[in-house]
C-alpha cells in the first residue's frame, strides 16, 4: 500500500490538460493500486491523477453504496449529458471547501479498464456529480470553475486570507 501525496490548489499539475494514457503495463497498476488507496485514505469518493502529480488521464472512483464498488476510469469520455442536479460539491485538493455545483443528473462515460478493454457505462446522481468533477480534472478544471464569477472571487479571496470557511451559500 502506498499513499501518494495529494497536490493542493495553487500547483500547477491541477491546471494542465492530461496526456491520453497508452501503456496498459505494471506501471499503470500500481499508479491505479496507489490512486485508489490514496482515496480510501483521504476518505474521497474520486480522485484524478494529476491530484497525485501524475498528468495522464486516469481516474478513481467509489462512492459506496450508490455504485458498485470501485471503479477504474482510462482515458473516459462523456459521450451523453442528461438533466440537471444541483448539490454540495467538495475536492481533496481544496480541503475544507465547499460549494454548490450544477452537474447533470445522468451521464454516459466510455473508458477503457486497466487492461486496455472499452467499456460504457451510464450513471446517475452522485455517481454521475463524482464522473463530472474528476474529468474536469484531466482537463485541469477545479469545481470553483463552474461557480459564478463572484462566488469564485469571494472563494478566492477566503483562501488568500486563509480563513476557514465551512459552507459556501
Ligand atoms: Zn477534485
Redesign the pocket.
Known sequence: MAIRKIVKIGDDCLRQECRKQEKFDLRLKILLKDMADTMYKAEGVGL?AP?VGVLRRVVVIDVGDQGDGLLELINPVITMREGEQCGREG???LPGRQAVVTRPRKVTVQYQKRDGVHCEKTVEGLFARAVC??LD?LDGK??IDRISRLKRIMFENKLKKGTRQSQVK
Open positions: 484524478a491530484q475536492c481533496l485538493s468533477h474528476e480534472h477545479l469545481f
